[in-house]
């Protein structure tokens, strides 16, 4: 009975690890309620690998001086506060990128480790941000367009390449990963963005340990989730994401999903959280877990910072076979929410919502999208499985992982593939391995033919279709509707995009998300659904001890 739960909650609500889908929503929502009902004790909490000296060093200083008149008074023009309003700031000369950067380095100084309401969600600062900013005040144009994404302080879930900073994964193996940019970090700085930093997440994107708390690596500690520290679950892979943008720690974020690890820590945390359709972000320079499903996308406290994160990050990858094959056209993700009309829009729009889910706040969130002037279409589940869907993540990482290291990974790196790894961590296994690594010691043990390896993926693929295309197709749908990320595992192996947006608090103050799911290349129409609900129920609210 252990063993199912322990399925249940990984395959509806953390991780990139969705094996299974046949079981019922109602089981895997008492499972995490269950989970909820006292504080969590965690084998490690605090990071045995990072220190403040480490991660302080570039810019002590600066943000000892940065004093707290300075910090309130800056404070209306920044927290909370969306990219276009940010921009608007700096153009009447109320706030510069550097005092930008300056903000949000003092707020991770003061919030996110080694105190009473730390949540280990930073795991490595630039140490040229401020140089970088200060360029960007110098080069600023006078006519900026108030969406761009120029000047931006950007974190990077931590197995994405940055150069100045190591990739780690969270792991100690990769702890001087100095790298290159990744395909969207050289796209992001191409537009201007400023990287901030890295954020923790569940370690080797959680398919490491299999019995770990989401949210935990060993270089950058557990992550805590800001609504309930020790209490609520931070959703993962891109737990730390996450949380720094529920806290206010930078204007965006960037996760990857292979299933699930956007929209559930997205969710947990009641910010927004896009899966992209497979193919239209590069996944060159991220380490990975299954060239397959796995997938960068955007992490955002609203919609429209959503859509101008996503924009910023598009371009063909001539290296990655999936956006080649893709062949996506180039999209404006933003114009169209300009002037969107929430009620006028959503008059148009048919939406599909599963009877079967009596989650209270998804039943108010069906209602006010109907208000509002939609059609909402009730549907049911088909009966469809996933078989086999593990075996994609260990047949991929195999080969995956390796070539990541050979192509992208630092030259220093004294591993070549996961038996060196899993060989490493065994040395020192407390602190490399406190929770163990029985998914890495999967991976390797599995195996299978080319073909068998292409009838599992064809399978997957048009099972993870079939679900979504009967309903949507029998009712003439735009979108269907979810919670948190439920349906992820299915959204995976279709390759079709989600995303998932606040929509309110259960009585124990853990957050909750409302999914949009859509099939290949409706990116520019979710964003837009979103924006629409967005707009009508306003359910993003900052946590309580993270609002000064």
């Not at 005092?99 to 996110?112: A, G, M, N």
């Not at 295309?469 to 009712?475: H, I, R, S």
Request: charged share 25%; hydrophobic share 40%; glycine share 6%.
């Amino acid at each position: 009975m252990k063993q199912i739960l322990l399925l249940l909650s990984f395959a509806f609500l953390f991780s990139c690890k969705e094996t299974s889908s046949n079981a019922s929503t109602k089981e895997a929502t008492q499972t995490l309620n269950d989970s909820t009902v006292q504080e969590r004790e965690y084998a490690v909490l605090d990071s045995k690998v990072l220190t403040d000296e480490t991660l302080w060093k570039s810019f002590d200083f600066e943000v000892k001086m940065f004093t707290e008149t300075k910090y309130d008074k800056l404070k209306p023009f920044i927290f909370e506060k969306t990219i276009p309003e940010i921009q608007q700031a700096v153009a009447q000369g109320q706030l510069t990128y550097e005092e930008l950067v300056l903000f949000y380095l003092s707020r991770i100084k003061k919030y996110d480790r080694n105190n009473d309401l730390s949540l280990n969600s930073v795991i490595a600062l630039n140490p040229k941000v401020l140089d970088q900013a200060r360029e960007l005040d110098k080069n600023r144009a006078n006519d900026l367009d108030p969406y761009s994404i120029y000047g931006m302080p950007i974190l990077l879930k931590d197995n994405i390449n940055a150069a100045d900073m190591p990739t780690t994964a969270g792991a100690v193996v990769f702890e001087d990963n100095d790298t290159g940019d990744a395909f969207i970090t050289q796209k992001l700085k191409e537009h201007g963005a400023v990287i901030l930093g890295k954020a923790n997440l569940s370690e080797w994107a959680y398919f490491f340990c299999g019995d770990c708390p989401s949210g935990y690596s060993a270089v950058g500690g557990q992550t805590l989730n800001p609504y309930g520290r020790k209490i609520h679950d931070t959703g993962g892979s891109s737990s730390g994401s996450g949380v720094a943008m529920a806290a206010n720690f930078a204007v965006a974020a960037v996760g990857s999903e292979t299933s699930g690890s956007i929209l559930s820590p997205s969710s947990a945390n009641s910010v927004v959280g896009l899966k992209p359709t497979i193919g239209l972000l590069s996944r060159g320079g991220i380490i990975p877990i299954s060239s397959t499903l796995d997938t960068p996308g955007p992490m955002t406290r609203s919609v429209i910072d959503n859509a101008i994160l996503l924009q910023a990050m598009t371009g063909l990858d001539e290296d990655d076979a999936a956006a080649v094959n893709l062949k996506a056209a180039s999209t404006d993700y933003v114009n169209g929410l300009k002037d969107l009309e929430a009620s006028a829009y959503l008059s148009e729009k048919r939406l599909g919502y599963y009877t079967n889910y009596d989650d209270t706040l998804y039943l108010q969130a069906v209602e006010a999208l109907r208000e509002a002037g939609a059609t909402l279409i009730p549907i049911e589940r088909p009966e469809v499985d996933l078989p086999q869907f593990t075996r994609v993540l260990n047949l991929d990482m195999q080969k995956d992982l390796p070539a990541y290291i050979a192509n992208y990974g630092s030259k220093n790196l004294a591993v070549k593939d996961l038996k060196d790894i899993t060989g490493f961590n065994k040395k020192d296994s407390l602190i490399r391995m406190p929770y163990g690594q029985k998914l890495l010691y999967g991976v390797l043990a599995d195996s299978a033919s080319a073909e068998e390896f292409t009838a599992i993926k064809d399978t997957l693929e048009r099972n993870g279709r079939r679900f979504f295309d009967e309903p949507m197709k029998a009712n003439d749908l735009d979108a269907v509707l979810s919670i948190n990320n439920y349906m992820s595992g299915y959204a995976a192996v279709a390759k079709y995009p989600a995303i998932t947006v606040p929509m309110g608090y259960q009585e124990d103050n853990r957050p909750m998300g409302l999914t949009f799911i859509a099939p290949t290349l409706s990116e520019a129409q979710l964003l837009e659904l979103a924006y629409a609900y967005e707009q009508i129920s306003k359910m993003r609210k900052t946590p309580t001890n993270f609002e000064e």
